[in-house]
């Protein structure tokens, strides 16, 4: 139940062509496509046509908190893709998905940080507004020039 760090959703080292496990380094010079090592493969000082052992680099790591310091950057996707997998509300399959989290430390999660997101829920009104904003400057105004309806008694 190791889906978070699934390393067969990674490309792998452009040294040894193992799979990439967090963390792993990109060459920050290199690409596209991106230049992939794992941490043996650049501690050995690889290198490889134009890309040399004394480029700048980045570390590539979701192990991080963003929302919550309980929860990891790589959580906070499982669990988006999770509830998109099972269904909002299925918090027992989106735990089981997870593997690290309980049904109630996801719903709780989620609740708090994607649904009653006080800046969330600004951001999408913001949104909704300015696409009315965008419609109302584009919309062409009618205005009726109607003859009145005479309604003759008899």
């Known amino acids: 139940c190791d889906r978070l760090n699934d390393p067969s959703d990674k490309p792998p080292c452009r040294g040894c062509s193992s799979y990439l496990m967090e963390p792993y380094i990109k060459c920050a010079e290199c690409g596209p496509p991106p230049f992939f090592l794992c941490l043996q493969c650049f501690t050995r000082g690889f290198e490889y046509k134009k890309h040399q052992s004394d ?26 893709e999770a509830v998109m997998d099972c269904g909002f509300g299925n918090w027992q399959d989106v735990a089981n998905q997870m593997c690290t989290k309980t049904k109630e430390e996801c719903e709780k999660h989620y609740m708090k940080h994607f649904i009653n997101n006080p800046l969330f829920a600004s951001t999408l009104l913001n949104l909704k507004q300015a696409e009315e904003a965008k419609t109302a400057d584009t919309a062409i105004p009618f205005h009726c020039k109607c003859f009145p309806i005479l309604v003759k008694d008899t």
């Not at 480029?55 to 988006?80: G, N």
């Open 55 to 80: 480029h700048t680099y980045e570390i590539m790591t979701s192990d991080f908190p963003v929302l919550d310091p309980s929860w990891t950057a790589q959580e906070e996707m499982a669990l988006l």
